[in-house]
């Protein structure tokens, strides 16, 4: 091999490590409607009793909004877990902690007791809320789930709204597997907060 392949080739290397850091860095963009700054948009859900919910009903308090896919979801349970650690933080600034999952509603609920933890659950049954937030992950349930849960689910991301209904933190996961930190979120909920 010459020079100028091996040259060629290296760029070509190169330009393909540029590229997959640029992409995982950046990951999927956070739709207009979430963005920081934004109003929490209003949106319908079912509470975990079987009663309507909406969005609005938030206003005057802080709340914390994570968007899962589920309780059939490794990483969610996981999140779920890291997060029970720092629920009494939350709790303790007045804020609520809220769980928007598509179904079923009970499995779900019976992993925030497993961990101990009192989270609001909102069921979006039809993925509606989903896609009207720009949520959806098509074809995002594993082969094995489908046929409880469905193909599309939710894209995990975290919310943190201030008690006048702005959103003041959005962070979409780059990738199913990761989450955002809790103390991360605990912290911009203080920030939200003015603490």
Known sequence: MNNTALLIIAAVIVAAIIGYRRF????????????????LPDFHAVGE???PVRSTE?????????????????????QVENLSAHY????????????????????????ARFF??????????????????GL????????DHRKEY?????????????????????ELSKFIADRPNPKTLLQELRVALGN
Not at 90 to 107: C, F, N, Y
């Open 58 to 78: 938030l206003h005057g308090t802080a709340a914390v909004i994570l968007f899962v896919r589920g309780n059939w979801c490794p990483f969610c349970s996981s």
């Open 88 to 111: 009494k933080g939350i709790i303790d600034l007045g804020a609520r902690l809220i769980l928007v999952t598509p179904k079923p509603l009970e499995t779900t609920r019976r992993v």
């Open 49 to 51: 009793n079987g009663d």
């Open 116 to 133: 101990e933890v009192e989270f609001d659950f909102w069921l979006d049954d039809d993925l509606a809320v989903t896609r009207q937030l």
């Open 136 to 143: 959806l992950l098509e074809s995002g349930v594993p082969d």
């Open 150 to 170: 469905g193909s599309d689910t939710i894209w995990p991301t975290a919310l943190v709204i201030d008690p006048s209904g702005i959103i003041r933190y959005t």
């Open 24 to 39: 995982r860095k950046a990951g999927r963009p956070v739709p207009a409607i979430l963005r920081r700054g934004q109003p």
